[in-house]
Nanobody
Framework: QVQLVESGGRLVQAGGSLRLSCAVS????????MGWFRQAPGKEREFVAA????????NYVDSVKGRFTISRDNAKNTVYLQMNSLKPEDTAVYYC???????????????WGQGTRVTVSS
């Protein structure tokens, strides 16, 4: 059973930065593509970013391109989301997730963390 635990969310002012972490256990992290999703109050969950098993390829939702960076450390079984130039519209609960496959993360991955809350004040 794969377990994912996010951390790093907090209240931050607009223009600030945060780094979210997601520690993964119970599986073969180094063979999984990983993704970050978010759900803002009153809105549907949306894809934010994903990274392949070896970090060789990443992709982002348009609204965060140039501001957010997904990365991973396979030695630490951890995936990160560096968020810069934060905006109030980035306020959401952020989740990491995986389909436990190397190349892609689907739109509704099979394994999820519990989420970490990010609040960006204006």
């Amino acid at each position: 059973q794969v377990q994912l635990v996010e951390s790093g969310g907090r209240l931050v002012q607009a223009g600030g930065s945060l780094r979210l972490s997601c520690a993964v256990s119970g599986g073969i992290f180094s063979s999984y593509a990983m993704g970050w999703f978010r759900q803002a109050p009153g809105k549907e969950r949306e894809f934010v970013a994903a990274i392949t098993w070896n970090g060789g390829s990443t992709n982002y939702v348009d609204s965060v391109k140039g501001r957010f960076t997904i990365s991973r450390d396979n030695a630490k079984n951890t995936v990160y989301l560096q968020m810069n130039s934060l905006k109030p519209e980035d306020t959401a609960v952020y989740y990491c997730a995986t389909d436990q496959r190397p190349g892609v993360v689907g739109t509704n991955p099979r394994s999820w963390g519990q989420g970490t809350r990010v609040t960006v004040s204006s």
